[in-house]
């Protein structure tokens, strides 16, 4: 399997692509026996993403990341894949959120994707990086115009003193731009999540779980197994 570079991934960064892609249909490999089940639910979720798009059920792309406070407390919340950049996970936000500000002070992260079919978790720990200007750039013009002004009107994690602060600081953005594109603010941007660790936990039917981990050493990827 080919990387976003096209260059063939490493071992987990492979399980990682097919794992994710599955997620993506509901369905696990052939050789499965819950390969029946999975296609009806794949199935089911097809129809109601066709019928119902609104209703966003199935996003394997949302993960959590998790980052560390400056008095090393751990600190969560979801985020939005948005693919692999250079064998890292990206996922875009505001420099000067919370995160942000956690992750200037320590780059240490996880990202944790969970999916229930097939019943799957990859856990991701590693560093961040941030991504290049461009690259933020070309994402800002991909976002609606409502998440521009959203985004404008208030810092991501600020103390606002009430809902209707923020509706009349989206409509005094729109008044501001109006009839002209909203220009990507400085604090927004992306990081990739180099990976050190990445750990596959799935589900079976007997509760023989499989679980495993790999560690990147300075040979490469190793592989161990864990009870799960
Ligand atoms: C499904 C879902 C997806 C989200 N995706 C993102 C995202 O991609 N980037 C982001 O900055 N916030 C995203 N958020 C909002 C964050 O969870 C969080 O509230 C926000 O980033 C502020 O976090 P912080 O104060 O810890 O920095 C998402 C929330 C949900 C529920």
């Known amino acids: 399997m080919l990387d976003d570079n096209n260059t063939v991934a490493p071992a987990p ?9 599955e997620a993506q249909t509901g369905k696990r490999g052939k050789s499965s026996r819950s390969y029946l089940i999975s296609s009806g639910f794949g199935l089911l979720r097809k129809t109601l993403s066709v019928t119902l798009p609104w209703l966003n059920l199935f996003r394997p792309d949302i993960a959590t990341l998790a980052t560390v406070t400056p008095d090393g407390k751990p600190s969560a919340r979801s985020i939005l894949f948005k693919g ?15 995160k942000g500000k956690e992750l200037a ?9 969970c999916w229930s079919v097939p019943p799957r978790q990859v856990r991701i720990d590693g ?7 461009e690259a933020a750039k070309l994402y800002w013009e991909s976002r609606t115009r409502a998440n521009q002004v959203a985004f404008v009107a208030v810092r991501q994690s600020s103390i606002l003193s009430s809902r209707e602060e923020f509706i009349e600081k989206a409509r005094q953005v729109e008044q501001i731009y109006r009839g002209k594109p909203i220009p990507c603010p400085d ?3 992306g990081y990739s ?13 007997d509760w023989l779980h499989d679980r495993e981990k790999y560690i990147l050493n300075n040979e490469g990827w190793a592989r161990i197994k864990l009870g799960p």
């Open 127 to 133: 560093k961040v990086q941030k991504l290049s200007r």
């Open 187 to 189: 604090s927004w941007g």
């Open 105 to 113: 002070l320590n780059p240490s992260a996880v990202m944790l994707f």
């Open 193 to 205: 999540l180099v990976p050190e660790m990445i750990e596959f936990w799935e589900g079976r039917v």
């Open 13 to 21: 960064i492979k399980k990682f692509l097919a794992w994710y892609s």
């Open 84 to 98: 692999l950049v250079d064998g890292g996970f990206s996922f875009y936000t505001d420099y000067e959120s919370d």
